[in-house]
């Protein structure tokens, strides 16, 4: 028999993040979102740095989620990121601030050098924290609009 | 022969310093609670790492991977964890003493250290060693970034063939009391880790319990789970690898600033337990002169008078 939910967890080397009995997932992976329901074949996957949300009664969540992996069995999901947030925790004005930061920088320093890297990857950081917040609703529609 | 007055200022300023000591206690207990916080919230990830490192290596063909390759040791590194400050009792000397027996034991190969706290690097660096990098102000307040790069910069040195095997020397924290000094090697990784048996072995090290998520349904014998995997199994395999070795790092990271906090906190209970000590003995003395004092004034009174009335 079919399992009718799927247990999230979702752990970071800081904090266990989230604990849920939940309906639907989507995780990140590397290569493209990916849509999880109850039953799903066991499955191992990288993560990208993007969005999370999942499905619990008729409510849709969101959390960002940055670089890790994913385990997928049929009544659960266990998600290892480096870091992640629930999108209510995210400090907008701050995740703002980093992407200016981080444009500015990529804009200083040559493309395709270890900096500009680390700026890009700073700023898709900053850019899914923003979405995240803008989905959830807790930004205003000025985010919403400069997230897209 | 101090005066009343000398000794009033000796109790005065002992006094001043038992406020500084106790109040650094709290500081250290507060800390303390955090950090062991920490080492609490990083088990789960490092757990679940692991085990999913441990289904991909059995699925992979052979497990090859640059940090798995053991070489003739000729080069090390040596990661030195201390603390950024001292009054901390010999938590910080101790590592020093270890680390240096350490290299001392292994002068025929040539070693590199990375130092993690300024009072380690301070010392090794007056005893003429140069390092490969330093990290210091970590122990107030480990993250996850900070293991990262330190994790980065071992495994680049390991795969670059510059060194042939890392150790970690460091403080564990076994309770509040007890620091227990370990000599860790974390390259190239143990192959017993990858599989269940030598985790098992691995795991004694360990203190048991929260370890694994609450609610944890896991079956033992996961490797049985037919996983499909996104990308192929190699690929993640040798993704994880430097995963584990970076929650590795954090543990040992976030179980010396544990350690150091412990060690802080007990060094200032002791030293406020002293004042104490010292206080009451100075009151005592203190009284004796006073009363020395008020017999001799009495004796001059009395025998003032008596030659007054004779």
Do not use: C
């Not at chain 2, 406020?19 to 800390?31: D, E, G, L, Y």
């Not at chain 2, 790492?49 to 992979?60: E, Y």
């Not at chain 2, 307040?141 to 095997?165: M, P």
């Not at chain 2, 509040?176 to 990784?189: E, F, G, M, S």
């Amino acid at each position: 028999m079919l399992p009718e939910n799927i247990e999230l967890q979702i752990v970071t080397p800081e904090r266990h993040v989230l604990a849920e009995t939940v309906q639907t997932v989507e995780v990140p992976g590397k290569e493209g979102y990916l849509g999880v329901l109850p039953g799903h074949a066991p499955l191992i996957t990288e993560l990208g740095i993007g969005i999370l949300s999942y499905r619990k009664e008729s409510e849709t969540r969101y959390l960002t989620v940055i670089l890790g992996y994913a385990e997928v069995l049929p009544d659960r999901v266990i998600v290892l990121a480096e870091a992640a947030e629930r999108a209510e925790e995210i400090d907008v004005e701050r995740a703002r601030r980093a992407r200016e930061q981080a444009q500015a920088e990529m804009a200083k320093v040559s493309a395709g050098s270890p900096e500009w890297l680390r700026a890009e990857q700073a700023l898709q950081r900053a850019a899914v924290r923003l979405e995240a917040a803008a989905k959830a609703g807790t930004a205003g529609r000025e985010a919403v609009h400069a997230a897209s | 022969m101090p005066t009343l007055l000398d000794y009033r200022r000796r109790i005065r300023s002992v006094k001043s310093t038992q406020q500084i000591t106790r109040a650094m206690k709290f500081v250290s207990a507060a800390k303390l609670r955090r950090a062991q916080e920490g080492v609490f919230a990083a088990r789960p990830y490092a757990h679940e790492i692991l085990r999913v490192l441990r289904s991909a290596a059995a699925r992979v063909e052979s497990t090859t991977h640059p940090l798995l390759e053991r070489r003739p040791e000729e080069r090390i590194l040596v990661v030195v964890l201390t603390g950024d400050r001292s009054l901390a009792g010999a938590f910080n000397s101790n590592v020093i003493r270890r680390a240096t027996a350490f290299l001392r034991e292994n002068s025929s190969k040539k070693a590199q250290l990375i130092a993690v706290g300024k009072k380690g690097r301070n010392s090794l660096k007056r005893a003429g060693w140069s390092f490969a990098a330093e990290y210091i102000n970590v122990s107030a307040n480990v993250d996850f970034a900070t293991a990262k790069e330190i994790a980065g910069t071992i495994a680049e040195l390991y795969a670059k063939r510059e060194v042939d095997a890392v150790y970690a020397v460091y403080n564990e924290f076994k309770n509040v009391l007890v620091q227990v000094l370990k000599t860790h090697k974390l390259l190239p990784i143990d192959p017993a880790v990858l599989t269940e048996d030598g985790a098992e072995k691995a795991r004694e090290g360990q203190r048991s319990g929260e370890e694994s998520l609450p609610h944890d349904r896991t079956p033992r014998g996961e490797f049985l789970v037919d996983y499909i995997y996104e990308e192929p199994v190699e690929e993640i395999f040798s993704g994880l690898v430097p995963r584990y070795l970076e929650s590795e790092v954090f543990r040992i990271l976030l179980e010396s600033a544990a350690a150091e906090w412990a060690a802080r906190m007990a060094a200032m209970d002791s030293a406020t337990r002293n004042a104490s000590e010292l206080i009451e003995q100075l009151t005592l003395q203190m009284n004796k002169v006073r009363q020395a004092k008020i017999t001799t004034e009495l004796i001059e009174i009395v025998s003032g008078a008596a030659s007054a009335t004779s």
